[in-house]
């Protein structure tokens, strides 16, 4: 479903809307100082480093600079330098200025939410899900 909605947005929609998604989470994340409310000993943060990051990772893949959006090559791709660009953020949130915390669990949080994207991807192309518009066809 999500892939026949992004499939119907032209391409270089998707690609601006990717880049307005990458500056707002970058500026998000390295807002000096920034908190996401009283500490209640439950580590909601992690469910929006994730969710953050499962989102980025679908959005780049929906660029289609490395192939088609369900391609292995595009989802390798795009899964690579979304892993690296989560350790990136995550490593520069300790800079002198922004005053962040780095943190192993808000790093692995960010990589779980790419690996599910790359799991998502995969299976949406393996199922088939690459054709828009085109109903599915009961058992079968």
Same mark, same amino acid.
């Given at each position: 479903?999500?892939?026949?909605?992004?499939?119907?947005?032209? *391409?270089? /929609?998707?690609?601006?809307? $990717? @880049? #307005?998604?990458? &500056?707002? =989470?970058?500026?998000?994340?390295?807002?000096?100082? +920034?908190?996401?409310?009283?500490?209640?000993?439950?580590?909601?943060? *992690?469910? /929006?480093?994730?969710?953050? $990051? @499962? #989102?980025?990772? &679908?959005? =780049?893949?929906?660029?289609?600079?490395?192939?088609? +959006?369900?391609?292995?090559?595009?989802?390798?791709?795009?899964?690579?330098?979304?892993?690296?660009?989560?350790?990136?953020?995550?490593?520069?949130?300790? =800079?002198?200025?922004?005053?962040?915390?780095?943190?192993?669990?808000?790093?692995?949080?960010?990589?779980?939410?790419?690996?599910?994207?790359?799991?998502?991807?995969?299976?949406?192309?393996?199922?088939?899900?690459?054709?828009?518009?085109?109903?599915?066809?009961?058992?079968?």
């Amino acid at each position: 479903m999500i892939v026949r909605v992004l499939r119907a947005i032209p *391409l270089r /929609v998707r690609r601006v809307g $990717f @880049a #307005v998604y990458a &500056v707002a =989470l970058a500026t998000g994340t390295h807002w000096p100082s +920034l908190t996401l409310g009283p500490d209640t000993g439950i580590r909601l943060d *992690l469910v /929006v480093h994730f969710a953050a $990051f @499962a #989102v980025w990772t &679908v959005l =780049l893949s929906g660029c289609e600079w490395f192939g088609t +959006l369900l391609s292995r090559r595009n989802v390798g791709w795009c899964v690579t330098i979304s892993a690296a660009y989560a350790a990136l953020d995550e490593v520069t949130q300790g =800079l002198p200025g922004v005053n962040r915390t780095v943190l192993w669990s808000d790093l692995m949080a960010n990589w779980s939410g790419v690996a599910l994207a790359s799991v998502w991807l995969l299976a949406a192309g393996r199922l088939g899900d690459r054709k828009p518009n085109v109903p599915v066809q009961a058992g079968g």
